[in-house]
Every structure is written in C-alpha cells, then in structure tokens.
C-alpha cells in the first residue's frame, strides 16, 4: 500500500470494489474524487475512473475522465490518461487521435512512458506508409528506453527498426541495428534477435551471390552462386524466385556453365 492509499482509504476502497466486480461502486467513489479540485490524488482518481467507466462500456464518459487526468499535467497519471486515450482511439481505428495523444505523451516527457510512445508513433506511421517517419521514431523509441534504462524496450526497439530496414531491402543497416542491440540485449529478449540477425545475414547472402552471377564470374563460379541463391531463397519464402534462379542457370547461353547448374540442381534427385 502506497502513502497516498494511506491518505486516501477511498481510493484504496474504490480500487478494492473494482476488482470485486462493483464498478457502479468504484466509480461513484472515484468520480467525487476526481471531482474535487482540492484532492491531491485528483489525477490518480481520475485514470481509475476512466478505466472502470471503460470496463462498463462508457467510452465518451472513459475519454473525458482521463482528458481530466491528463489536463492536471500530473508527470505519472496525465502520462497513463494520454496513453489510455491513444491505445482506445487505436483500438478503434482512429489513427490522428491516436497520434495526437502519443504526442501528449512525448509532452509530458515522463521518462517511463516516452519510449512507449515513440513505439506508437512509429507503428502508426508504418502503418500509414511512412516509413522515414517510422524509423526516426524507432531511432528515438529506443534512445529514451536505453536513457531510461529500460534494455528491454531499446531490444524491442531495435527489433522493430531491425524488421522494417529487412522490408526496404537495407540487411547491412539492419545487421548494424541488431548487433548494437545485442551487447545490452536481456538474455531473455538476445535469442529473437540473433535469429534477425541470421535473417539479415542471409538476406546479404543472397544479394552476395546475385551480384556475382551479374558481374560474370566464370562458369564455375556462376554456378556456384546461383546453386546458392537458388538453395538459400527457398529458407525466406522465396521459393517462386528459387525456381527462376535454376531456370536462369539452366537455360544460361553458356553451355559449360548451364552442365554445371544441372549437375548441381540433380544432386537432389
């Protein structure tokens, strides 16, 4: 129990009533609360109610209880008011309310709650199309976490920022993200981002031995290289573009070398 639940039996009452299932009860007593100008756990009450008028499927009454919270500038409770704002108007589509309240967030600069935020604002703009603005919020959603401490959320960031450099086609970059990441990385969080890592390896693999089909090695080498890609596309889901990749070397102008992709690709069967 808290000095403040000390202070205030009645907020530790209406949370007790909350989790016995009465929240008429719980939000009779928290709306006086959060109605008193002179409450000091004015912000506290007013996020309990918001989130008890949700439970019960009061979602304008839920929104204008934590604007409450949030309009009292407290550093904790204004900051989770402005996160339960942004993640009911996600959950219901509305993406520039959604950002309007993450932005409050990064406003009220409560340290714990600005990485979240940033996560927020970089989904938000993937899912938009807007990728730069993506990785620039990913970027700063994982420098507050590591300011704040908070090596799980910077491994996370990483791993997001990791996913969406893979997307444009950028596996060096990636590679880069995912080893600075994994210096700080929990050990619980370090065995996601090594399989990334092995992704983004494999994705310069296969860049690797394109460019040296396309820069005209000899035979033998050709070969080599598009037995290579052809084996190593299939293990990113590629398998359409493993099967043009053995059509290219068998069909290739060059006798010698379309023998040897067909002596290679027959070892299978």
Do not use: K
């Not at 037995?227 to 102008?253: F, I, K, N, Q, S």
């Amino acid at each position: 129990m808290t000095s403040s639940e000390l202070r205030n039996p009645p907020l530790d009452t209406a949370r007790r009533l909350a989790e016995d299932g009465d929240l008429d009860g719980a939000a009779a007593i928290l709306a006086e609360l959060a109605a008193d100008p002179d409450e000091p756990d004015r912000a506290q009450a007013a996020v309990g109610l918001a989130v008890v008028l949700e439970e019960r499927g009061d979602l304008d009454g839920a929104r204008a209880a934590a604007r409450a919270a949030l309009a009292t500038g407290h550093p904790e409770y204004a900051a989770q008011a402005a996160c339960h704002l942004a993640q009911g108007f996600e959950r219901e589509g509305r993406a520039e309310q959604a950002r309007g309240a993450w932005q409050a967030v990064l406003g009220l600069g409560t340290a714990a709650y600005v990485p979240l935020a940033h996560l927020a604002l970089a989904r938000l703009a993937v899912q938009a199309g807007a990728l730069d603005e993506g990785e620039a919020s990913l970027r700063e959603a994982g420098a507050a976490a590591v300011a704040a401490g908070d090596d799980e959320t910077a491994a996370h960031a990483a791993q997001q920022l990791a996913d969406l450099m893979l997307e444009r086609g950028e596996p060096g970059e990636a590679a880069e993200v995912l080893l600075d990441a994994l210096e700080a990385a929990p050990a619980e969080v370090a065995p996601r981002l090594r399989v990334q890592l092995g992704i983004a390896h494999l994705e310069m693999a296969c860049a690797e031995f394109a460019g040296a089909v396309e820069d005209g090695a000899d035979a033998g080498t050709s070969a080599l290289a598009i037995e290579l890609l052809a084996r190593t596309l299939p293990l990113r889901g590629r398998d359409d573009d493993a099967e043009h990749v053995w059509a290219y070397g068998l069909d290739h102008e060059d006798e010698t070398l379309a023998a040897d992709v067909r002596l290679r690709r027959d070892r299978d069967t």
